[in-house]
């Protein structure tokens, strides 16, 4: 009864002690917008650090209260500016940042479940175990295509 | 039964209607203001009771309902619903903060004045909706911390809102219950609202505004603010423009055109709705009409409708004329002492409990008097006393309306803690400087 897994066991993490800096090079590094955080004892999953999430704190509060303002085209903060702000979180712990992840499932999701949520727009899912909570992989958009067509099939 | 009277036989267990309407009366007012409730289910929930016990039937229950009150909001809620979408509001605030060279005191002054101006001709809950995140926006990009803004705003939405027919829901459902325009709202009202808007200004300069101040750097952030880009929808903001003129030019002639408030306010919805509407697909129309149908209030909409039902009951029951006869026993019948208190009471009351509930029992009560009183046309100061009262007092607590919550909500949302104690500290004695410049207006007005 054993199918091929489509999620990816070898995947990037992060710990919830390590600074956003480090996080940003892990993204950069290994080209993905969405790490999971685990903690650093027993590997359970903490929650997901986004890029969403990261720039949230680049742009003004009220924007993101959801009502009133709608768009940003009126204001011109510079590149620069954001930089500048950007150089003032580099150093916090990805441990302020975490969100909950928007969906998990377990090693044995069916497949169709897993095509459903990345069809919903939900990538970088994590795949934890439900017996102890620890993360055990990723599944990704790009792992199911592999799956679905790479030479895994 | 037989040769009993209807309504009498009927009411459940043969118990007095007074009794069962007063009880189901307090019941559910007592729950509206426990705030554990959506105040929706509530009240239809008591207006319903009082159909099944028997003290009303539903068509006496549908003739309760005054349903220009509950047209009038819904065709300005529409309206709204689709300006809002073409930007209108945030130009109007960018523009009004380059006006005064991004000075946080010219600031506040300005996001008040545009406050006030919105509110008194639509919504206080949907203009500070609108304006507070604008102004979060500004002060944020000023380094300034945002609570006097927002308290100001506070202020100016229910200070605005008093000037006008449509500006609040109590001036609403009084000039549909008396009869009044929104010309005689203008010219009674609105000459006392501007000189309590300045007076409420000056207290907030002494307390919070000379200390406010921005640096030049920041102060230039906000003056390379694009209004013009926060225009999304030109044609929309046109089309929009014109049929917010031609409804208030309706409410205006309302008189001389014989129509009434809620037909000439759905027309315009109507109108609005087809210009934004016309050459669409099919999927556009109804995403686009579904949007502003469903964004309309109906947790509002469906409370007004109960608590009109409710009030009848109690007005049936006869408690409303017991009442009315109780205030008119502790005023000693005096004409002068009977207005007066009504705009105390109203006041005080309305800082703590929604107004909306307390002016509806108030209609009835205050017609019922008109008799003792020398009839409708000596009643006039009274409504002015109502309005006045019920949404000035609004201003002296954090719930006493519902746009102070909404801005308090807002404010959570963004990071900046508004506390009850800490907003009634100012907020309640500024309140009782405007009900002291009213007492004054209508004393030397109408007295």
Redesign the interface.
């Known amino acids: 009864m054993t199918s091929p897994v489509i999620f990816n066991r070898n995947f990037p993490s992060l710990k919830a002690t390590e600074t956003v800096a480090d996080a940003v090079r892990r993204m950069l590094d290994d080209r993905v917008s969405d790490l999971p955080v685990v903690d650093a004892a027993g590997g359970r999953l903490v929650g997901m650090f986004r890029l969403d999430r990261l720039y949230a704190t680049l742009l003004p509060k009220a924007v993101l209260i959801g009502y009133g303002v709608p768009d940003l085209a009126f204001v011109s903060d510079t590149l620069g500016q954001l930089r500048e702000k950007m150089r003032e979180i580099e150093h916090l712990p990805v441990r302020d940042f975490v969100v909950r992840p928007r969906d998990v499932v377990a090693p044995d999701t069916p497949p169709l479940e897993i095509v459903l949520l990345l069809h919903q727009g939900i990538n970088n899912i994590p795949v934890v175990d439900p017996a102890d909570g620890k993360l055990v992989g990723m599944v990704s958009a790009r792992d199911l295509l592999n799956a679905l067509c790479g030479e895994g099939g | 039964m037989q040769g009993e009277p209807a309504h009498a036989a009927s009411v459940l267990f043969g118990l007095p209607p007074l009794l069962v309407a007063t009880t189901l009366f307090v019941v559910t007012y007592l729950v509206i203001m426990s705030d554990r409730l959506n105040r929706a289910i509530v009240a239809l929930l008591g207006a319903g009771a009082l159909i099944l016990v028997g003290v009303l039937d539903q068509h006496e229950a549908m003739r309760a309902v005054d349903w220009n009150t509950l047209g009038l909001l819904l065709g300005m809620m529409l309206i709204v619903n689709v300006t809002r979408r073409s930007?209108l509001?945030?130009y109007v605030a960018?523009w009004s903060a380059k006006k005064v060279g991004a000075d946080p005191w010219g600031i506040l002054l300005m996001m008040s004045i545009v406050t006030a101006v919105f509110s008194a001709f639509l919504d206080n809950v949907t203009t500070v909706?609108?304006?507070?995140?604008?102004?979060?926006?500004i002060t944020?990009?000023l380094e300034v911390k945002p609570y006097p803004f927002l308290f100001a705003q506070i202020f100016a939405s229910n200070i605005g809102g008093t000037a006008t027919l449509i500006g609040d829901p109590p001036n609403i459902m009084i000039g549909s219950a008396a009869h009044l325009t929104f010309n005689d709202f203008g010219v009674n009202l609105a000459p006392i609202i501007v000189v309590i808007m300045a007076a409420t200004m000056v207290p907030l300069y002494f307390l919070w505004g000379r200390r406010l101040s921005a640096s030049p750097e920041c102060r230039k952030?906000v003056m390379?603010?694009?209004?013009?880009?926060?225009i999304?929808d030109p044609r929309l903001l046109r089309q929009s423009l014109a049929v917010i003129a031609l409804v208030i030019a309706g409410f205006m002639l309302q008189r001389q055109i014989g129509i009434e408030p809620a037909t000439i306010a759905i027309f315009g919805a109507a109108v609005l709705l087809l210009l934004d509407n016309l050459g669409k697909d099919s999927e556009t129309q109804s995403k686009n009409v579904h949007g502003a149908l469903s964004e309309a209030e109906w947790i509002t909409l469906m409370f007004f409708l109960g608590l009109f039902v409710l009030v009848y009951g109690i007005q049936k029951a006869g408690l409303i004329d017991m009442m009315a006869q109780g205030l008119l026993g502790a005023t000693g019948g005096d004409y002068k002492v009977t207005t007066l208190a009504i705009l105390w009471a109203s006041a005080v009351l309305s800082a703590f409990v929604d107004n909306i509930p307390f002016v509806a029992t108030m209609l009835p009560l205050i017609k019922s008097m008109g008799p003792a009183l020398g009839g409708d046309q000596a009643l006039l100061p009274l409504w002015w006393a109502l309005s006045l009262g019920a949404c000035l007092g609004g201003n002296g607590t954090l719930i006493g309306a519902s746009a102070n919550l909404v801005v308090a909500g807002?404010a959570e949302?963004?990071?900046t803690s508004f506390r009850f104690l800490e907003y009634l500290k100012v907020a309640f004695p500024l309140m009782l400087v405007s009900i002291v410049l009213s007492h004054v207006y209508v004393w030397l007005r109408y007295l």
């Open positions: 930007g509001f945030q960018i909706l609108l304006t507070v995140p604008v102004t979060m926006l944020e990009e952030r390379n603010f694009h209004e013009g880009e926060a999304t807002l949302r963004a990071g």
